[in-house]
């Protein structure tokens, strides 16, 4: 079963060292469980977009208004990628240029803000994004941020530490959503409070666009004033980024992505968008974004089985944050050890986490990928007994032998996208 499109024949001989570091990642991604939360596989309809002459175009500017000439192809493939995100979301707007998630927020700090303005967001520590505003991040040296975060009993967001912060501080602008948060979002509840002060609300839908798309939970589109996302995780397009934006901050967010923040737009990636968001508005991708809920629920169940905890008490999206504390095990040794047994997660900090970042005490599962592969609960039960076995005692390299073994097994039966079956 090979992922890779046909022009890589021509890469083999071309260049050698390349190729084969792509075959190796394409082993990789066959031969072993990606449960990182933020990855998936894009189809071939979508790789093949992406890996097309559209990378030859510059076009900078926008549809009909383009600084180059010859953009005429560019300007169909970008108006397909618009209206196909407009139609997806319910958006009065849509920017398909922003190359990244990351750069998608910058956009709209750039559109929203003056730099000194303050920003209240979700902690990074609590399952927040570098990008809304981190010290180490740009957004954090230029702008003035204060985090609101979960609560320490139920380790949802605390809606009443929102208002008050909201108050206290008066942000210009107030984010939600993030990266490690697996419950939903009260999205009306955040516009309340943002209108009471007169704030900008943006939801970062990064991590659940996919679940958005497909109608699996509430859409943050009609109480947001600007929504940002990536288009590679749930929603698994090319990896890139997107916004969203409601009459008044769709111009402002165009002039802010260009002439503002980039260059030429990646048409390519573009075209690869557009393809994505046309199968996401197919039916079966409602499917698939339920079964990725369905599957995360069914994984986090045996792992409380096992006497893992999850944060919050469980998951209403794509991912699970489980707290290795009763184990005695950090999120460090437990990632690593799972990555001998082929099963790849990343450590994550959880709320109130007393370890250090780069060591934590918990690690985040993600089933969207594996979700693509075609697999469903009972495959997510298996799983989630292996995790728990090698988890239970990192040190154990005969549990991750067999493991490995047993992953190697069950991944020779699944191709990397149940359409590939078909
Ligand atoms: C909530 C959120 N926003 C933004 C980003 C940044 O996206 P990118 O890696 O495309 O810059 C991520 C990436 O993990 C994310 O989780």
């Not at 809304?132 to 975060?149: E, L, P, T």
């Not at 929102?162 to 108050?167: D, G, M, S, T």
């Not at 947001?224 to 934006?245: E, F, N, Y």
């Not at 290795?324 to 990555?339: M, P, R």
Request: overall charge neutral; glycine content about 8%; hydrophobic content about 40%.
């Amino acid at each position: 079963m090979s992922v890779t499109p046909d022009t890589l024949s021509i890469l083999q001989s071309h260049d050698p060292a390349v190729f084969e570091a792509v075959q190796e990642e394409e082993r990789r991604q066959l031969r072993t469980l990606e449960m990182i939360a933020s990855e998936n596989f894009a189809s071939r309809a979508v790789m093949e977009a992406a890996g097309t002459v559209f990378t030859n175009k510059y076009a900078e500017g926008y549809p009909g208004k383009r600084y180059y000439n010859g953009c005429e192809p560019s300007d169909k493939v970008e108006t397909l990628a618009i209206e196909r995100a407009k139609q997806l979301f319910g958006a009065v707007h849509a920017n398909v240029q922003p190359h990244s998630g990351s750069t998608a927020n910058q956009a709209v700090f750039f559109a929203a803000l003056q730099p000194g303005d303050t920003v209240l967001s979700l902690s990074l520590a609590h399952g927040g994004h570098l990008s809304h505003g981190h010290r180490v991040n740009m957004a954090g040296q230029f702008f003035k941020i204060v985090n609101y975060g979960v609560a320490q009993g139920t380790e949802q967001i605390d809606y009443d530490e929102v208002v008050r912060l909201a108050r206290e501080h008066k942000p210009r602008m107030i984010i939600t959503g993030g990266s490690a948060y697996p419950r939903l979002i009260d999205f009306a509840k955040f516009r309340e409070i943002a209108d009471e002060i007169g704030a900008v609300f943006l939801t970062d839908m990064a991590h659940f666009a996919g679940l958005v798309a497909g109608k699996a939970i509430p859409s943050p589109v009609p109480f947001s004033h600007i929504v940002s996302s990536t288009t590679h995780k749930t929603l698994r397009g090319p990896r890139s980024g997107m916004l969203l934006g409601d009459a008044e901050w769709g111009p402002k967010l165009d002039k802010a992505v260009f002439p503002g923040l980039q260059g030429g737009p990646l048409v390519h990636i573009i075209a690869a968008k557009a393809v994505a968001y046309g199968e996401a508005l197919r039916p079966s991708f409602a499917a698939y974004s339920q079964q990725v809920i369905a599957n995360a629920k069914a994984l986090g169940e045996v792992l409380v089985e096992k006497g893992l905890r999850l944060v919050s008490g469980g998951t209403d999206t794509h991912l699970v944050l489980v707290d290795l504390t009763s184990y005695n095990v950090t999120g460090k040794d437990a990632a690593n050890a799972l990555e001998h047994a082929g099963i790849t997660v990343n450590k994550n900090a959880i709320p109130y986490d007393t370890r250090k970042e780069w060591v934590t005490s918990g690690i985040r599962i993600g089933t969207p990928a594996l979700t693509t592969r075609g697999m469903k609960e009972a495959e997510m039960r298996t799983i989630a007994n292996w995790v728990a076995e090698v988890v239970k005692d990192p040190t154990d390299e005969a549990v991750q032998k067999r493991v490995r073994a047993q992953v190697d097994e069950m991944t020779g039966n699944w191709p990397l996208r149940a359409e590939d079956l078909a």
